[in-house]
C-alpha cells in the first residue's frame, strides 16, 4: 500500500467536479492507495463497487448561479448547524484516517464559501500527521474572481498548501489563459493531463480514426447521411437555454434527426416542457448509459464546453458544435470553448452577447458543421488517470 489518500470535494451546480475526483480517487486506488472521497454535493448516483471508501456529506447545492447562497435538498438556505456538522465529518475522518495526502478539489481558487471546512480539514490532517502533503485539484480553466479573491487565494495556497493538480494539457490550455500564474505559483503546479473515465484514457493522443472503434458505430453517421445530430448539456439544468435553442433550429429543417439528452438535474417541469415542443424529428429523453457510443455514432455533436465534454469529443471524433455556459460571470467554457475551435475540435458559438446566435444562424451553422465533416486530428493528453499517481509518490518522495 503506498499510502493513505483524502479527497475532499463539493459539486454545487453540475456534476463535473465529483466526475473529475471520482477518476482521480480510482487513478490513485487503482496505484495502490487507499483512497477516501469525501462528497459534500448532491448524491448522484450509487457509489457501492468503486475501489475508493466514499463517504457523503450532508448536502449543498446552488440555484441559478447564485453561489453565495448555499441551499440544502429542498432548496431552502442551509442552517448553521449544516455547516459545523460538515466541517465536523471532516475533521474526523481527517484524525480517524491520518492521510498521507489530502487533496482538495477546486479549493482555495474557488468554493470560498466553504472555506472553514477545507482549512479545517487540512489543520486536522496536519495534527493527526505532520507531514502529510496537501495539494489542490483543479480543472484545466477557471474562473478569474476579483483581484483580491486571488490574492486570499495565493496566501492559502502558500500557507497550507505543497502543490496543485493541474488536470489538464499546458500545450492545449495552459492554466494562464484563465488564471494569473505567478513564478511562485508556476513552481507548485504539476499538470497530470487531462482526466478521462478509464474508457477514454489514450496514449496521451486522440485515438486513430474510426478504424478502432468497434465496427459499426460509424454507420449512419459517416456513410449514409442519416445519422443523429445529438444535443447534450450535462447533468444540470444549465444547458436549458441551449436546449430550447435547439428545437427552435431543429423546426427551420426537419430533413435530419435530432436526439436530446437532459441531466437528470434538469426539473422534471422543463423536462416535459422540451418534451412537447419538440417537433417531431426531434426525440427528448433523459441522459443514458450508452452515450458514449451514441456519440461516436452521430452526425453531430451539440453540447456546452465543460470539462468532460472535451474528453467526450475527442474520443469520439466527431463533428461538433460547442456553446459554452455563459450566464453571470461564468468564462470557464467560454475559455475552453475557444481552445477547441483554435485546435479545430469543434465549432463555437454564443447563446449571449452581440454573436448571440438566432435559431436561423444556428441551423446554418448546424448545415455547415455537418457538410464540413469530422475534426482533424489534435494531441492532447488525456492520460491524466495513468501519470496522476506517479505525480502524487513523487512529490511525498520530495518530503522524506
Not at 26 to 53: I, K, N, Q
Not at 355 to 366: H, K
Request: net charge neutral; glycine share 8%.
Amino acid at each position: 500500500m503506498n499510502g493513505t489518500v483524502l479527497i475532499a470535494v463539493t459539486h454545487l451546480l453540475g456534476s463535473g467536479h465529483l466526475v473529475r475526483a471520482g477518476h482521480l480517487a480510482r487513478a490513485l486506488a487503482a496505484s495502490g492507495y487507499a483512497v477516501t472521497l469525501a462528497s459534500g454535493g448532491m448524491p448522484m448516483r450509487a457509489m457501492e463497487g468503486e475501489p475508493f471508501a466514499f463517504v457523503q456529506l450532508p448536502p449543498v447545492k446552488v440555484e441559478g448561479v447564485d453561489f453565495r447562497n448555499l441551499l440544502d435538498e429542498e432548496g431552502v438556505p442551509i442552517a448553521a448547524s449544516r455547516r459545523t456538522e460538515r466541517q465536523a465529518i471532516l475533521a474526523q475522518l481527517a484524525t480517524a484516517l491520518r492521510p498521507d495526502v489530502v487533496i482538495t478539489e477546486h479549493f482555495p481558487f474557488g468554493r470560498r464559501q466553504l472555506a472553514d471546512e477545507f482549512l479545517g480539514l487540512i489543520a486536522a490532517a496536519k495534527a493527526a500527521n505532520p507531514r502529510v502533503l496537501v495539494l489542490a485539484s483543479v480543472r484545466d480553466v477557471l474562473v478569474t474572481p476579483r483581484p483580491d479573491r486571488i490574492a486570499e487565494a495565493h496566501r492559502r495556497l502558500a500557507d497550507h498548501f505543497d502543490g496543485v493538480l493541474v488536470h489538464g494539457d499546458a500545450a492545449f490550455l495552459p492554466l494562464e489563459a484563465s488564471w494569473p500564474v505567478s513564478a511562485g505559483l508556476a513552481e507548485r503546479l504539476h499538470y497530470t493531463g487531462y482526466l478521462a473515465a478509464p474508457s477514454l484514457r489514450a496514449e496521451r493522443s486522440n485515438p486513430e480514426p474510426p478504424a478502432r472503434r468497434p465496427p459499426g458505430l460509424l454507420r449512419s453517421a459517416r456513410n449514409d447521411g442519416e445519422g443523429e445530430i445529438l444535443v447534450s448539456g450535462g447533468g444540470s439544468g444549465a444547458a436549458l437555454p441551449l436546449f430550447r435553442l435547439c428545437l427552435d433550429a431543429a423546426r427551420l429543417d426537419t430533413s435530419r434527426p435530432w436526439r436530446l439528452f437532459a441531466g437528470r438535474g434538469l426539473a422534471d417541469a422543463d423536462f416535459a416542457g422540451l418534451r412537447q415542443s419538440a417537433s417531431p424529428n426531434v426525440t427528448v429523453e433523459r441522459a443514458r448509459q450508452d452515450f458514449g457510443e451514441l456519440l461516436a455514432a452521430c452526425a453531430l455533436s451539440i453540447s456546452q464546453a465543460g470539462y468532460n465534454t472535451v474528453l467526450d469529443l475527442v474520443a469520439a471524433a466527431c463533428p461538433a458544435i460547442v456553446v459554452p455556459f455563459d450566464a453571470g460571470a461564468e468564462t470557464e467554457q467560454a475559455v475552453r470553448a475557444e481552445a477547441m475551435e483554435r485546435a479545430g475540435l469543434a465549432r463555437c458559438l454564443r447563446l449571449s452577447g452581440a454573436d448571440a446566435a438566432t435559431p436561423a444562424a444556428f441551423a446554418a451553422a448546424v448545415k455547415a458543421a455537418l457538410t464540413a465533416g469530422p475534426p482533424g486530428t489534435s494531441a492532447i493528453d488525456r492520460d491524466g488517470a495513468g501519470t496522476v499517481a506517479g505525480i502524487v509518490t513523487r512529490l511525498l518522495a520530495e518530503r522524506d
